[in-house]
């Protein structure tokens, strides 16, 4: 059994990642400042008695004898965190040190959740580890993307200069139930439309990209990275490697809808909205052993499950 820090604003990935290490016999600390997120994901975790829940902010210090560190904690919604663009510089900066400094302290293992935005509006098709990135440093989205990649240049810095147990992980757009209705999301988005019988938004046309990953996929991939032994801390993509215009995700929400009476209208593109993401995931294949399993239609359909309850 291992103690377990995860670092979260309480909703999707953070209560999915609780649940599997809780399983497995698991200690785990919660931390959150509930920012942008509410407990009510979490009230059957609490009736566990190996999970603890700590009301804190990781732009403050934290001290605690655990074994592994998950530091996800950062809004990952552009309209979330564009609208706080100062509080999340803070939690990708502040967060990551305070998170380093305690897994230096007491030796853990620290994973990094880390994101595809590090490529920005990515100009190779698709994106390997090694790609260097196409970011803007001073338009709305850099609050996240370039702090993000200051993150990663710091967890290297603390294995470089005090041989921290660090793992990089970089995420993709992922879904799944217990996502925020309110997320602002294209998924959480088109389902919710097609469920209440509004437009469907789609931005810019159909030649906007994205791959989509299952929250399953992405839990083994992030406790694959965590868990293996040969050392390896680069950072690695965790994506499927499927990709689908945005027209093609409103259609398959519609057809698995049948009774939603949406129609696609388009709107304009935010600014600096990458137009094509898909991972180039060998890596994570080579050294974790890991591939995505579940296809983007039988993820979808227990997904529009779980937000059916909204409605
Ligand atoms: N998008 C859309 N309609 C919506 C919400 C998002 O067409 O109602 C687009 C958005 O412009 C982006 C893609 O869907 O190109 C994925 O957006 P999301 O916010 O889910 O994640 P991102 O990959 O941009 O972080």
Redesign the pocket.
Known sequence: MKKILITWWAWFIWSHLCKRLLDEWNEVICLDNLFTGNKSNIYELEKNPKFTFILHDITQPFWAQVDEIYNLACPA??VHYQKNPVETIKTSLLGAINMLELATKVKAKILQSSTS?VYGDPNIHPQPESYRWNVNIIWPRSCYDEWKRASETLFMDYYREFETKIKIIRIF?TYGPNMNPED????S??IMQALRNQNI????DWL?T?SFQYIDDLINGMVAMMENTNWFIWPVNIWTEFEFS?KELAELVLKLIPESTSKIIYED??ID??KQ?RADNRLAKEKLWWEPKIWLEEGLVKTIEYFRKFI
Request: glycine share 0%; hydrophobic share 35%.
């Open positions: 919604s552009p935005e757009n602002w999301r294209v998924i988005n088109f938004t789609i931005y810019w906007q994205r945005m593109l935010p909205d990458p993401r």
